[in-house]
């Protein structure tokens, strides 16, 4: 695994975009950058069409298992030895290097610690859990002082738009989090502006019935015979093809349909946040943009 830092916020500023490359393949991603979750399969189905990758037909995808999922060894091979747990890549058997987590309360001290220890990447938790954000602010800018700036920053359970900015505002670089999938069951549309042209309100006046300035409650009856898109400027599936009176519909039938087409929405409008995040660090406007999203 490489990654490279490709800038850094002026100023003083720790927002940085980077790219993050895995295998002789080159298969690499932009960061900032959101990792999407899924439930995995039984090891078995995965051993027996020879990985992930040949189950999901993604070959050109990076997967991580999260800190949270238990690593087993395949029951073929040898996956594990003592030098740790190892996985089928298309550039071949790569071996898991040393990912550091850091959990519990006492953030700075380990990450005091293990800045010094080293490793390839670091995986910071234990965030979410009901911390003030000005705490959260706080034990982010004090972890990431600790850290190596060249190695790439992983934080779990910071999902919410303005805990992302947040994140990347203290130098994080990847984000783990079931945001989207809470929000889609909950029947909640992501509505708010993702591009640094976005600064009117989408559809006229916002309306935020049940919802906020980020999020519409679909579920609500204001929406019964709303005929426009979520968002205007929105090009994904949903909102090319469907209203809010549609998906409001569907939701109060209790129809599976609804939390597909909000999942397809959700994930693309939270993938052009990222996007944009990207691009607001490269032009050097990642406040002015920070400012305006929330």
Same mark, same amino acid.
């Given at each position: 695994?490489?990654?490279?830092?490709?800038?850094?916020?002026?100023?003083?500023?720790? #927002? @940085?975009?980077?790219?993050?490359?895995?295998?002789?393949?080159?298969?690499?991603?932009?960061?900032?950058?959101?990792?999407?979750?899924?439930?995995?399969?039984?090891?078995?189905?995965?051993?027996?069409? @020879?990985?992930?990758?040949?189950?999901?037909?993604?070959?050109?995808?990076?997967?991580?298992?999260?800190?949270?999922?238990?690593?087993?060894?395949?029951?073929?091979?040898?996956?594990?030895?003592?030098?740790?747990?190892?996985?089928?890549?298309?550039?071949?058997?790569?071996?898991?290097?040393?990912?550091?987590?850091?959990?519990?309360?006492?953030?700075?001290?380990?990450?005091?610690?293990?800045?010094?220890?080293?490793?390839?990447? *670091?995986?910071?938790?234990?965030?979410?859990?009901?911390?003030?954000?000005?705490?959260?602010?706080?034990?982010?800018? #004090?972890?990431?002082?600790?850290?190596?700036?060249?190695?790439?920053?992983?934080?779990? @359970?910071?999902?919410?738009?303005?805990?992302?900015?947040?994140?990347?505002?203290?130098?994080?670089?990847?984000?783990?989090?079931?945001?989207?999938?809470?929000?889609?069951?909950?029947?909640?549309?992501?509505?708010?502006?993702?591009?640094?042209?976005?600064?009117?309100?989408?559809?006229?006046?916002?309306?935020?019935?049940?919802?906020?300035?980020?999020?519409?409650?679909?579920?609500?009856?204001?929406?019964?015979?709303?005929?426009?898109?979520?968002?205007?400027?929105?090009?994904?599936?949903?909102?090319?093809?469907?209203?809010?009176?549609?998906?409001?519909?569907?939701?109060?039938?209790?129809?599976?349909?609804?939390?597909?087409?909000?999942?397809?929405?959700?994930?693309?409008?939270?993938?052009? *946040?990222?996007?944009?995040?990207?691009?607001?660090?490269?032009?050097?406007?990642?406040?002015?943009?920070?400012?305006?999203?929330?």
């Amino acid at each position: 695994m490489r990654f490279v830092v490709t800038k850094v916020c002026s100023g003083g500023g720790k #927002a @940085r975009a980077g790219a993050l490359h895995i295998g002789g393949g080159g298969i690499g991603i932009e960061t900032p950058a959101l990792l999407l979750s899924t439930q995995g399969p039984p090891v078995k189905t995965i051993s027996a069409i @020879r990985g992930l990758r040949g189950m999901l037909g993604l070959p050109d995808h990076i997967l991580v298992a999260a800190a949270s999922d238990s690593i087993e060894s395949l029951p073929s091979s040898d996956a594990t030895n003592k030098f740790g747990a190892s996985f089928e890549t298309p550039s071949g058997r790569r071996l898991v290097g040393k990912t550091i987590r850091l959990y519990g309360v006492d953030f700075l001290h380990e990450a005091q610690y293990m800045g010094q220890f080293g490793g390839r990447d *670091f995986w910071i938790a234990g965030f979410g859990l009901g911390e003030s954000i000005e705490e959260r602010c706080s034990l982010l800018n #004090a972890v990431t002082d600790c850290l190596p700036p060249e190695k790439p920053r992983l934080v779990s @359970r910071l999902g919410l738009p303005e805990e992302v900015l947040e994140g990347v505002a203290a130098g994080i670089d990847l984000f783990d989090s079931t945001y989207i999938y809470q929000l889609t069951m909950g029947g909640f549309a992501l509505v708010f502006p993702v591009d640094m042209v976005e600064r009117e309100m989408q559809n006229g006046i916002l309306n935020t019935s049940g919802g906020d300035s980020t999020k519409i409650n679909l579920r609500a009856t204001t929406y019964r015979k709303d005929t426009s898109r979520l968002v205007d400027s929105c090009n994904c599936f949903t909102c090319q093809n469907h209203t809010r009176a549609y998906l409001n519909h569907l939701l109060n039938v209790h129809e599976m349909l609804a939390q597909i087409l909000l999942e397809i929405h959700n994930t693309h409008h939270y993938l052009r *946040f990222f996007h944009s995040i990207r691009e607001a660090i490269k032009v050097g406007e990642f406040d002015l943009f920070s400012s305006g999203v929330c």
